[in-house]
T-cell receptor, first 112, second 113 residues
Framework: KAGVTQTPRYLIKTRGQQVTLSCSPISGHRSVSWYQQTPGQGLQFLFEYFSETQRNKGNFPGRFSGRQFSNSRSEMNVSTLELGDSALYLC???????????FGQGTRLTVV | DQQVKQNSPSLSVQEGRISILNCDYTNSMFDYFLWYKKYPAEGPTFLISISSIKDKNEDGRFTVFLNKSAKHLSLHIVPSQPGDSAVYFCAAPQGNYGQNFVFGPGTRLSVLP
């Protein structure tokens, strides 16, 4: 079956702009989490959605937001982009009740 | 809050030898842990997990050990192969239901032929 799909794979934006990233989870998976990976920082948890509701949120400013649709697809939005937002953004989906999460290939965002 | 530490940013091992990657966590409310492997330009791939009902879980060349009293786990790869060269992340649960994970900073393993 298809894995977690993230689009786009690469993105270049300028400071001050906003960006929307998309994630399609594995079919049947209702939980979607977003992570930011920067060199030396590992994977930082952004937020998790389940049944269209944000269940958990990490320590990121309000410029980072997300949503989940009824088909479990999720989007992440970053407004007023800063240079420090340049990172690999990863989406992971999980089946209800399972602990193992499956990751997409990520979206590489570069802010110039 | 959960904190996960992987104190070795990098590790080099000769092909055929054992690789040991270590991980320490702070919150033992949910005693299950995951290891992920990541190649450049790809998302992390689930490798192996362990829960508190065991102190060891083995899957082929990969074995994870859990020391609950020390809040420590380790991943052993035997024998190491050049294709194992990647960044390895340890992950521990947090949240009201343990439904999201805190990842360590990762250990870059290089297996030398």
């Amino acid at each position: 079956k298809a894995g977690v799909t993230q689009t786009p794979r690469y993105l270049i934006k300028t400071r001050g702009q906003q960006v929307t990233l998309s994630c399609s989870p594995i079919s049947g998976h209702r939980s979607v989490s977003w992570y930011q990976q920067t060199p030396g920082q590992g994977l930082q948890f952004l937020f998790e959605y389940f049944s269209e509701t944000q269940r958990n949120k990490g320590n990121f400013p309000g410029r980072f937001s997300g949503r989940q649709f009824s088909n479990s697809r999720s989007e992440m939005n970053v407004s007023t982009l800063e240079l420090g937002d340049s990172a690999l953004y990863l989406c992971a989906s999980r089946k209800t009740g399972n602990t193992e999460a499956f990751f997409g290939q990520g979206t590489r965002l570069t802010v110039v | 809050d959960q904190q996960v530490k992987q104190n070795s940013p990098s590790l080099s091992v000769q092909e055929g030898r054992i690789s040991i990657l270590n991980c320490d966590y702070t919150n033992s409310m949910f005693d299950y842990f995951l290891w992920y492997k990541k190649y450049p330009a790809e998302g992390p791939t689930f490798l192996i997990s362990i829960s508190s009902i065991k102190d060891k879980n083995e899957d082929g060349r990969f074995t994870v050990f859990l020391n609950k009293s020390a809040k420590h786990l380790s991943l052993h790869i035997v024998p190491s192969q050049p294709g194992d060269s990647a960044v390895y992340f340890c992950a521990a649960p947090q949240g009201n239901y343990g439904q999201n994970f805190v990842f360590g900073p990762g250990t870059r393993l290089s297996v030398l032929p």
